[in-house]
């Protein structure tokens, strides 16, 4: 089997905290092209992604990653954050986890499923970005974009995101919740704390309008999802003074939700629940991602199984956690989600034991030989 240990190692060791690439795609680029891929570089923005593909027939199979990682942060690491070096058996580093040890280990499988030089049965390619830690304007979302313009969509995706929760093969993510941030600002009649009737004060109103809207949950869950979660996250006055009723008051908030609802109608349900609580009120509504989710079918059902067969380990199928580039994929093709035990992810000394890297290169050589890429 082809090692994935010195691709995890050499990109690590590119500093490609977002936006900055410091060299991880141009490694990556030259791994590729040595199998036979056809490598193309695309740059939005600040943003260097890539997209790379072998074979022209069907079944497409794209896996789908991103090479940015998010800064080694204030903690102390053990060693350097982007040395890559291997301690009793664990590959240390930012990265190791989420996600380049993932693409490494996917590359390798390239490598075995292709032998010497033969082509896939189907097409193989690869959705690279560098802006998934980042905004996620410039990149994914992008390249999804030119791939559609250019004939490029694949049968199914998968994104190496690092799913399992204890043992490499015991979770597979087929859809993800969306998220909704809001922020609410309540106005009012500024005034003299005792003379409250000539006053109207907001932060009273609020206080109503988010009572309201946290009174019940939104719904129960569903059969492939979670209850949605509504999450109050600031309650903002600015008021220095203990004797003025203030003229505004503002609250944000995040709501993870399940396939019960869209970004849109829950806008139109915080409009519709604050309004009986205040006359004037401003309302901004974002959504990051909508719910998602690929049902289960014949492709979900050879990913399933080839992880089983190649882990031991009867995978759950899982929609829980936050949002990736996935939320962009599925509205071009089916997607899933596989990848290492994201323990470590984010955190100092984030790491991956060398044999789950290698363990991962075969359950993704699996994937490949079950999907007839």
């Not at 896939?120 to 802006?131: A, E, F, H, Q």
């Not at 604050?274 to 009120?281: L, M, Q, S, T, Y």
């Not at 290492?340 to 984030?350: K, T």
Request: hydrophobic content about 45%; proline content about 6%.
């Amino acid at each position: 089997m082809a090692d994935p240990l010195p691709l995890a190692q050499a990109l690590i060791r590119c500093r490609s905290v977002t936006p900055a690439d410091a060299g991880a795609q141009d490694v990556l680029a030259a791994a590729l092209e040595r199998l036979g891929f056809a490598v193309t570089r695309l740059r939005y923005g600040q943003t260097e992604n890539l997209f790379a593909r072998i074979g022209t027939a069907g079944p497409h199979f794209c896996f789908a990653g991103h090479t940015d990682v998010v800064p080694p942060g204030d903690a102390v690491w053990a060693g350097d954050p982007f040395g890559a070096e291997v301690r009793d058996g664990v590959l240390y580093g930012r990265g190791a986890c989420d996600m380049k040890g993932a693409i490494a280990a996917f590359v390798a499988a390239c490598a075995d499923h292709l032998g010497d030089g033969a082509a896939p049965r189907g097409s193989i390619s690869l959705l690279i970005t560098g802006d998934e830690e980042g905004p996620a304007t410039d990149g994914t979302v992008r390249v999804l974009d030119w791939m559609a313009e250019h004939g490029q969509v694949p049968d199914f995706c998968l994104v190496g995101e690092p799913t399992c929760r204890a043992r490499l093969g015991d979770v597979i993510k087929i859809g993800r919740r969306g998220s909704l941030n809001a922020k609410i600002a309540v106005h009012g009649t500024q005034g003299h704390v005792a003379y409250p009737q000539r006053a109207d004060n907001p932060v009273h109103r609020l206080v109503r309008a988010l009572a309201a809207l946290t009174a019940a949950p939104l719904d129960a869950g569903s059969e492939f999802f979670e209850p949605s979660s509504l999450q109050l996250t600031s309650i903002d006055v600015g008021n220095p003074a203990t004797n003025v009723i203030p003229a505004q008051a503002r609250a944000g908030l995040n709501i993870r939700f399940n396939d019960r609802h869209s970004g849109a109608s829950l806008g139109a349900w915080l409009r519709a629940a604050i309004a009986p609580h205040a006359d004037r009120f401003d309302l901004d509504v974002a959504i990051s991602g909508e719910s998602f989710l690929t049902a289960p079918g014949p492709a979900m059902e050879a990913l399933r199984a080839a992880v089983a067969a190649e882990t031991g380990v009867d995978p759950a199928l899982d929609t829980g956690g936050g949002t990736s580039d996935a939320r962009f994929i599925a509205r071009h093709c089916p997607v899933a989600e596989f990848g290492l035990v994201g323990s470590s992810m984010h955190q100092a000394d984030e790491r991956v034991p060398v044999a789950e890297l290698r363990a991962l290169a075969a359950t993704y050589r699996a994937v490949l030989a079950g999907l007839g890429a």
